[in-house]
């Protein structure tokens, strides 16, 4: 794996054809697809770094001593009002 980026918060690595994203102090977290019949759930999160609106998944980081079950459970709770379970 190398890395293709780096600032002070985080780096982009590269694997083959892949990238990820590694955030520094984050060990733990969570990508929500949460879908319903035939439609998908998403969320419109303002992004700071792109002066908008971004329609993405809902997602976030796990808290200590958190499962990912359990933060992907909060954080869908979170950014979307929804009571979701697995």
């Not at 980026?5 to 520094?24: A, G, M, R, S, T």
């Not at 980081?61 to 909060?74: D, F, K, L, P, Q």
């Amino acid at each position: 794996m190398k890395t293709v980026y780096e600032n002070p918060w985080f780096k982009v690595l590269q694997e083959n054809q892949y990238h990820f994203i590694k955030e520094q102090g984050s060990n733990n977290g969570a990508i929500i697809i949460a879908k319903l019949n035939d439609l998908f759930l998403f969320v419109r999160v303002f992004r700071q770094a792109h002066q908008s609106y971004i329609i993405e998944l809902p997602r976030g980081y796990g808290e200590i001593n958190e499962t990912s079950v359990m933060a992907a459970i909060r954080e869908f709770q979170e950014e979307t009002g929804y009571i979701g379970a697995v």
